[in-house]
């Protein structure tokens, strides 16, 4: 069984950066897809980032350029390096995991984190 912890939230002002990361426990050696989503107040949830095994990466194109998605050597760590923060990227924001790169990107990812607040003010 797969659990992922986020951690890293925070407050920062507008222009300020975060560093999340989204610690992988039980990992099998198999080759997830993994991904960042958010959630604001009153809204959807929305995909920000993910990446595959072989390194390669995708963003929203509201954060592309200012958000960077890596993984460590043993694949058992995700982060999401945030720089030039906005108020707009206020959410609790989620890490997921899954085999399938198509149910990842859905939002219907097989693991979940449990959250890690991020606020930016103005």
């Known amino acids: 069984q797969v659990q992922l912890v986020e951690s890293g939230g925070g407050s920062v002002q507008a222009g300020g950066s975060l560093r999340l990361s989204c610690q992988v426990f039980?990992?099998?050696?198999?080759?997830?897809?993994m991904g960042w989503f958010r959630q604001a107040p009153g809204k959807e949830r929305d995909w920000v980032a993910s990446?595959?095994?072989?390194?390669?990466?995708t963003y929203a194109d509201s954060v592309k350029g200012r958000f960077t998605i890596s993984q460590g050597n043993a694949k058992t760590t995700l982060y999401l390096q945030m720089n030039s923060l906005k108020p707009e990227d206020t959410a609790m924001y989620y890490c997921?995991?899954?085999?399938?790169?198509?149910?990842?990107?859905?939002?219907?990812?097989?693991?979940w984190g449990q959250g890690t607040q991020v606020t930016v003010s103005s």
């Open positions: 997921a995991a899954d085999l399938s790169g198509l149910r990842l990107r859905s939002g219907s990812a097989t693991y």
């Open positions: 039980g990992y099998t050696g198999l080759s997830y897809y």
């Open positions: 990446i595959v095994g072989d390194g390669t990466t």
